[in-house]
């Protein structure tokens, strides 16, 4: 049966958190809020907060910022992923993506019907890793971003979940990289 296991010792990431909106500051930004709540009070660190207007070239730009930290263990998005032509996360994400985690927007999506119905369609959710570092973009709505951390995130970013989780294969990530630079 799915769950943590306490014979495991939790291992906090750091977690950098990206809001993605043309409207937002710090004052007004309650989605980014939620989740740096909810990071924090999981017992991960949030090592640094964005606000990126919504613009692919920007989105990319600050992606790849914290990709090429290496104190910066995921990062978690939101807003921009809808269908007008403003919203643009998913195109950024997918052009640093080395792997797609087709799961995640599925399974968002999958969590998301029950409560919102069919519109869980107009969700572009998405996830994936490039550089050794998870990316997840969420709906900008706090309510979005509760549902993808609470019945998602705060289980795989918990090496203590089982049968399994995205923190036990952090070290292994990069393997192809280690490899093709022989060691």
């Known amino acids: 049966m799915p ?3 306490q014979n495991i010792a939790f291992v906090a990431i750091n977690i950098a958190v990206l809001t993605v ?3 937002r500051d710090l004052s007004s930004d ?3 809020d939620v989740l740096v709540g909810r990071i924090t009070e999981a017992g991960h ?8 207007i919504d613009d692919q070239a ?5 992606l790849k910022a914290w990709i090429a930290d290496h104190g910066v263990d995921v990062v978690i998005a939101t807003g921009g992923t809808g269908l007008t032509g403003r919203d643009v996360t998913p195109e950024a994400f997918k052009a640093v993506f080395e792997k797609e985690i087709e799961g995640f927007g599925e399974m968002f999506r999958w969590i998301s019907l029950p409560k919102i119905g069919p519109s869980t369609i107009q969700s572009r959710a998405i996830g994936g890793v490039a550089g050794g570092t998870y990316l997840f973009s969420l709906p900008g709505s706090p309510g ?9 995130l705060v289980h795989q970013l918990d090496i203590r979940y089982r ?3 995205f923190v036990e294969i952090m070290p292994r990530l990069q393997e ?8």
């Open 176 to 183: 192809h990289e280690r490899a093709r630079k022989g060691g």
């Open 58 to 62: 920007a989105i990319v730009q600050q």
């Open 3 to 5: 769950g943590i296991d």
């Open 30 to 32: 309650k989605s980014g």
């Open 45 to 52: 660190s949030v090592v640094d907060r964005q606000i990126v």
């Open 144 to 152: 979005a971003c509760r549902d993808g951390w609470d019945e998602i």
């Open 163 to 165: 049968p399994c989780n």
């Open 21 to 23: 909106s043309d409207s």
